[in-house]
């Protein structure tokens, strides 16, 4: 039954964009370059890390890494951030999270030039974004489950969305960019979170469902209406004793309970995690164009 939506294939077409705004950029001598900073050896920042920099050099950016130890403090982090924003050579600035404990994740996001936070959390981006400004950064895996809706044909006008999870990377600007007026949003939207009452009742009524809350299988077929369209954002790591490593990564969805009824539905792998890296290079080559204009 095909009715996946294909991130792979998405976003290689955004990809395709953002090359032809690369030669653009080269031909009046500017590579976009972002700066990747990692603090400590968490294995999956390095992991993410190394996709994002494979990425860039595949279309075309200039990508450099910054490896701090895991006890860096706040104030080496912060005098980095404030060298990188004050080097006219860095168009673009992505401190990965998780950061270690000793660390304030919202001072450091604050820190960072907000024409260089190609990553949209900057309070001045997030507060664009709320209030509509296009001219703002938004945050990647947000904006790319909506570019999955608009490429896919999704209906999202009028429709009832229902955002699983209210954290600020994923389902805060998930929730304001589908309530916005205007085109591909106008959604009537819920945010569901740990504490919401008949959590399933609410599944049940969305046209558009998009699962960011971080539990492994937690969205089954009894939560989803025949014909909806369903997102799912989430990276678990579960045990699994017949895997080599002892684990794998599950999605928060039940995707072989919820597939056949679905209307369309995202892969995972293979369906959000490709768009985050696409929005991610679009944003940088966003952000050395505003530069050099
Ligand atoms: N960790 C998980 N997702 C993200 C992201 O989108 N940006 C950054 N900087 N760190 C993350």
């Given at each position: 039954m095909?009715?996946l939506?294909?991130?792979?294939a998405?976003a290689?077409?955004i ?8 030669a653009?950029?080269?031909?009046r001598?500017v590579?976009p370059?972002?700066v990747f900073v ?5 294995p ?10 494979r ?5 075309g950016l200039?990508?450099?890494?910054r490896?701090l130890p895991?006890?860096?403090t706040q104030?080496?982090?912060l ?5 990188l ?13 998780p ?13 960072v ?6 990553d949209?959390?900057h ?13 703002g ?9 909506h570019?999955?809706l608009i ?9 009832n ?5 209210r ?14 007026k ?8 819920t945010v569901?979170?740990?504490?919401t ?9 969305a ?30 790591r ?13 999605g928060?969805?039940?995707?072989a309970?919820v597939q056949?009824l679905?209307?369309?539905i995202?892969?995972?792998p293979g ?7 696409a929005?991610?290079?679009r944003n940088?080559?966003r952000?050395a ?5």
């Amino acid at each position: 039954m095909d009715n996946l939506i294909d991130g792979r294939a998405i976003a290689a077409e955004i990809h395709g964009e953002t090359r032809e705004r690369v030669a653009r950029l080269a031909a009046r001598g500017v590579k976009p370059h972002i700066v990747f900073v990692r603090v400590g050896e968490d294995p999956a920042s390095r992991v993410y890390v190394g996709m994002k920099e494979r990425t860039s050099g595949e279309l075309g950016l200039l990508s450099t890494t910054r490896v701090l130890p895991e006890d860096t403090t706040q104030a080496a982090l912060l005098d980095l951030v404030r060298t990188l924003n004050a080097d006219p050579g860095v168009h673009g600035i992505l401190v990965q999270a998780p950061l270690p404990r000793q660390i304030d994740a919202p001072t450091i996001f604050a820190a960072v030039d907000p024409a260089k936070d190609v990553d949209g959390f900057h309070p001045v981006n997030v507060g664009k974004l709320l209030l509509g400004d296009e001219g703002g950064f938004v945050p990647c895996t947000p904006a790319g489950v909506h570019e999955l809706l608009i490429r896919s044909g999704t209906r999202i006008a009028g429709a009832n969305v229902v955002i699983l999870g209210r954290g600020n990377i994923v389902g805060k600007p998930m929730a304001s960019i589908l309530m916005q007026k205007g085109r591909h949003a106008d959604a009537t939207v819920t945010v569901c979170h740990s504490r919401t009452a008949a959590i399933e009742e609410h599944c049940r009524r969305a046209d558009i469902l998009i699962a960011a809350m971080g539990v492994a299988h937690f969205v089954r077929a009894s939560m989803v209406k025949p014909g909806a369209v369903v997102v799912d954002v989430g990276v678990n790591r579960v045990p699994d004793a017949t895997a080599k490593s002892g684990s794998r990564l599950v999605g928060d969805v039940d995707f072989a309970a919820v597939q056949p009824l679905a209307g369309r539905i995202t892969p995972n792998p293979g369906g959000v995690g490709p768009m985050t890296i696409a929005m991610l290079m679009r944003n940088t080559v966003r952000a050395a164009e505003q530069n050099c204009r």
